[in-house]
């Protein structure tokens, strides 16, 4: 039996291979058992999961271990972004919460995420710890349980509607009546998850302005979709479907709702890099907001520069959200955000937050009376040019040791003609070139990819960085 390992979000692993549910109720053992260690076994703990397959019988079976180790659960009734999950692990002064998705990752993959009682990505100190007692319930004891029906009479089990209170919180965050009233057409691809009719009603009903909604229906086989993650390769039906029709936005959640897809009013992708800067520039332009900004390893230094513009400072961390959030909260950030599309924002939770984003991005617009096109202008006005791209190639596990071992050795002086000024392994293998752009090889945490992202001042560059990165890990260009 393989051993279960928190990635970059969470554990993954394909449905009825490893994500089985002997694991999944082990694991939910371990964190029980976490619970306890620390303190925190008094206090509720919140069960969400998403549209994928079986998502909610699998957090039915967390309930009834943890209800079985004598901790109170509040089990969803319906599925849940994964944000909505963790503002109601903090609304209700929960002690931690999990949740039942796998994210962006294919169909026929599902995760267990935990979540802290702060609303965010657990720490790795806090996985590492779950992790190392599983093999032991496994051989030991095993797994406490009580049937769904029994905890649910006793009320240790009771169900709870998490989508009232969440957007409530959200529309706080911005000029929601100014967004109603402002006629906007919005497109909005949910991506079959479980974000799913969220952002209209955020806005409410008898809203000037309009939100269609396309693949707004609850599907596991996400059809038409390598995987639901709002990037381009994608977006291609939401992008067909805005040509010419008269949009003012195009708006993508991810399957569990915690990352934003951009396209603006002619049906273009808005780059997550873009999209960062532009909720960045959003706070400190607009609404005259000061504070660190918090950005991983891979994201855009167009947020640097406006760090520099605007006096704030910026922390580096690296990938993922257990890095994130903490940092965003060590620094009372004003914003955070990583290349996967997922952004934080200060007030809210410290974990990223697909609806809000998108909620954010409306109001920009209607504040400032541009459109997403006029908007970006005015970023690469104000910052320069940044040229992002990512390559991301399938590996087989008996390559990736290979793999490791000539990325880790690779000492080229040059890529794409610029200079390497230094080389570093805050997360991956990253070349510092001249003038701040940079390549950086690392391997996925969720899938078996190895992922090349390079920024440079033109998309001919950012090409031959590419392949550059390709040849220094041996692959094919």
Not at 13 to 42: C, G, K, M, W
Not at 201 to 214: F, K, M, N, Q, Y
Request: glycine share 10%; with cysteine; charged share 25%.
């Amino acid at each position: 039996m393989s051993e279960i390992r928190f990635g970059t979000d969470g554990w993954r692993a394909v449905i009825a291979e490893d994500y089985t549910f002997d694991n999944v109720r082990a694991l939910t053992q371990a964190t029980a058992e976490y619970l306890r260690r620390h303190d925190l076994a008094s206090r509720e703990i919140v069960i969400g999961y998403d549209t994928r397959f079986l998502s909610d019988s699998f957090a039915a079976a967390a309930a009834e271990v943890m209800a079985a180790n004598g901790i109170r659960v509040a089990l969803a009734d319906a599925p849940l972004p994964t944000p909505a999950l963790c503002f109601a692990v903090v609304e209700r002064g929960a002690g931690s919460g999990i949740m039942i998705t796998a994210s962006h990752n294919p169909a026929h993959w599902n995760g267990f995420k935990v979540k802290p009682s702060y609303g965010g990505a657990a720490a790795p100190a806090v996985t590492e710890e779950i992790e190392r007692a599983v093999p032991a319930i496994r051989t030991g004891p095993g797994v406490r349980r009580i049937e769904l029906a029994e905890a649910e009479a006793a009320g240790t089990i009771r169900r709870v509607e998490g989508r009232s209170s969440y957007l409530e919180a959200a529309r706080s965050f911005v000029d929601i009546e100014g967004i109603r009233d402002a006629g906007l057409s919005v497109l909005v691809d949910s991506m079959y998850g479980a974000a799913a009719g969220w952002i209209a009603a955020a806005l409410g009903p008898g809203a000037a302005t309009r939100v269609t909604e396309i693949h707004g229906e609850p599907n596991p086989a996400f059809p038409g979709l390598r995987a639901p993650e709002p990037i381009a390769s994608n977006l291609g039906e939401q992008m067909t479907a805005m040509a010419g029709r008269g949009y003012d936005v195009g708006l993508a959640t991810d399957g569990d709702g915690d990352r934003l897809g951009l396209l603006d009013e002619h049906g273009r992708y808005v780059t997550q890099h873009q999209t960062f800067a532009l909720l960045a520039r959003f706070l400190l332009a607009e609404r005259g907001e000061r504070g660190p900004i918090v950005r991983s390893v891979t994201m855009s230094r167009m947020v640097d520069r406006l760090g520099e513009i605007y006096g704030c400072p910026v922390h580096e961390t690296p990938v993922g959200f257990r890095f994130l959030g903490p940092r965003m909260m060590e620094t009372d950030a004003l914003i955070a955000g990583e290349e996967s599309g997922g952004y934080a924002f200060r007030g809210h939770v410290p974990e990223r937050d697909g609806v809000l984003s998108g909620l954010m991005m409306l109001d920009y617009m209607v504040r400032t009376a541009r459109t997403p096109s006029e908007l970006l202008a005015e970023l690469r006005a104000e910052v320069g040019p940044h040229e992002y791209d990512r390559a991301d190639v399938s590996i087989r596990s008996e390559e990736r040791e290979a793999i490791r071992e000539r990325v880790a050795s690779a000492a080229p002086s040059s890529i794409a003609g610029i200079a390497v000024d230094a080389v570093d392994s805050l997360d991956g293998r990253r070349f510092r070139l001249e003038g701040g752009w940079w390549l950086l090889m690392r391997f996925s945490g969720t899938e078996p990819l190895l992922r090349i992202y390079t920024e440079m001042p033109s998309q001919e560059r950012v090409r031959e960085a590419l392949r550059a990165g390709r040849e220094l890990a041996g692959l094919p260009a």
